[in-house]
């Protein structure tokens, strides 16, 4: 999983529940902390057991992060973008110095790492000591790369009844996210064809 991935992960705690409804992954803190733990991999600075409080402020300070990625990610797809949250998103601009914000507070130090046997590389190295800034960074620079990278132009919001993921497109005619959600949409055509004067009272 890269830092792109990220994104898509942190976009993705906001999804279906199975029974009509939408979840929230990210919904208290112990929801935040089993986030962190399943995605160490990628924050090994921040995640380890312990260096970031569950409390309600790191929550809502994460939820803004996602809250701005998804707004982003809303203007990025063609067509209507995932329902689950578009109504209480922020504006583009807002949510653009939102993550901007976050990446700046966590400034970065360029190091040269020369190993036996390597070509030299610089890396980047936070010179913050708080979890939360870093963490918060590491999101939003996270998005900056979806966005500025080669899997926007793929980016979409599935279209199945129901469904509010992103995901990326695999080929140009794919409209859902995954198997399940495609048999979805071809059952609710089936019943609308079945039943049009059921389909035209939900439309009104």
Request: hydrophobic residues 40%; glycine residues 6%.
């Amino acid at each position: 999983m890269t830092g792109r991935q990220l994104a898509m992960q942190l976009a993705g705690t906001i999804r279906h529940d199975g029974a009509g409804g939408v979840a929230d992954d990210l919904a208290d803190p112990a929801g935040l902390t089993a986030w962190l733990a399943d995605h160490a991999e990628l924050l090994p600075e921040v995640a380890g057991p312990g260096r970031i409080p569950a409390d309600e402020q790191t929550r809502s300070a994460v939820v803004a992060v996602r809250s701005a990625t998804r707004a982003l990610f809303a203007r990025t797809v063609p067509g209507r973008p995932s329902r689950a949250d578009e109504h209480r998103l922020p504006p583009i601009a807002d949510a653009v110095a939102i993550l901007n914000a976050a990446s700046a507070a966590d400034p970065v130090a360029p190091a040269l790492n020369w190993s036996s046997g390597s070509a030299p590389a610089v890396e980047l190295h936070s010179a913050s000591n708080d979890p939360l800034t870093r963490l918060l960074a590491t999101l939003a620079r996270a998005a900056f790369d979806f966005l500025t990278g080669p899997d926007r132009d793929r980016l979409r919001a599935c279209t199945a009844p129901r469904c509010v993921r992103y995901f990326l497109q695999g080929h140009g005619r794919q409209e859902f996210c995954k198997p399940a959600c495609s048999n979805r949409a071809r059952a609710a055509r089936h019943y609308d064809r079945r039943h049009p004067e059921r389909s035209n009272l939900s439309l009104g």
